[in-house]
């Protein structure tokens, strides 16, 4: 059965089974039929975090794992279709090197720790970025996740590691001009967004309805730059080790609430037309 027709079918004790009444009752009022497809989260905060409680900054990426957990498993029993974390930027390697080591430590005993609850769960891991430029150990940590949950089609797991929006936009445009030179075309070569879009690293994706950014920065920190035109901008003042699955339920609320508009006009103007029509119907 398909992740959203399941989740349509369940109830809520099923579907989120150690959920409080707080939590439940934020599911009670969501509606199942208009779930963001694609959820992107920028977790920002694990330091402050530690700081607030004058522990180590790495204490704060620790605490942050439990709230990676609990978003990933409660999106995937919620039937959304797609979340992508930004999990380590292209600009981190600028932080100290225990800590960037330490990180990497941490992603591997997560992978080791939760690729089970991952298969139980029918979740397709995926990474995107310069994975070539991570640890060897590392790196076929992640790859032997991605062969191993391959088949699985649940909720797709996209986390985004040694990534740079910039720079996805600029190795999509250069694998769009080699092809053309290597097929004799690039005399002729044409880009449009379609063709942008087929060689981004998210491609078969839809694009994300929804983007959460905890810690209250304001700022989309070259993640997805293409992607998220027209995502939806949840922020937060939780920080990321704080951010539950109350937190979630809340910015999805919020997303449902808004008017979706593309850049064309929303549901207030049809509603405008109707009176503007009534009026002049009663002026004859």
């Known amino acids: 059965m398909p992740v959203l027709l399941r989740f349509l079918s369940v109830k809520t004790s099923d579907l989120l089974p150690s959920a409080t009444k707080t939590e439940a009752a934020l599911v009670e009022q969501l509606d199942r039929k208009r779930l963001p497809r694609h959820v992107a989260v920028i977790m920002d905060g694990n330091g402050r975090w530690a700081q607030r409680r004058h522990l180590p900054r790495i204490a704060g ?57 991952i298969m139980r769960n029918d979740i397709q891991f995926s990474c995107m970025g310069h994975l070539e430029a991570l640890p060897g150990q590392v790196r076929e940590e992640l790859e032997s996740a991605m062969v191993s949950t391959a088949r699985n089609r649940g909720m797709r797991l996209n986390v985004a590691i040694n990534y740079s929006g910039r720079k996805e936009l600029v190795d999509a445009l250069n694998a769009i001009v080699e092809d053309a030179r290597i097929e004799g075309r690039l005399a002729d070569l044409r880009i449009t967004e379609e063709t942008i879009a087929s060689r981004l690293y998210t491609a078969g994706l839809p694009d994300p309805d929804l983007l959460i950014r905890t810690s209250g920065e304001k700022r989309i920190s070259n993640f997805l730059l293409w992607q998220i035109a027209y995502s939806e901008i949840y922020i937060t003042d ?3 080790p704080d951010f539950r699955r109350t937190d979630l339920l809340e910015a999805i609320l919020d997303y449902q609430k808004r008017d979706r508009r593309f850049g064309g006009l929303g549901s207030s103007t049809e509603r405008d037309d109707e009176w503007i029509a009534a009026v002049g119907a009663t002026n004859r």
């Open 61 to 117: 990426h620790r605490a942050g794992v439990d709230a990676a957990r609990e978003t990933i498993e409660s999106c995937a029993r919620l039937g959304i279709g797609a979340l992508t974390l930004y999990a380590f930027s292209a600009e981190n390697w600028k932080r100290p090197r225990t800590e960037v080591d330490t990180l990497w430590r941490l992603l591997r005993i997560y992978l080791r720790k939760e690729l089970p609850e």
């Open 238 to 240: 939780t920080l990321w």
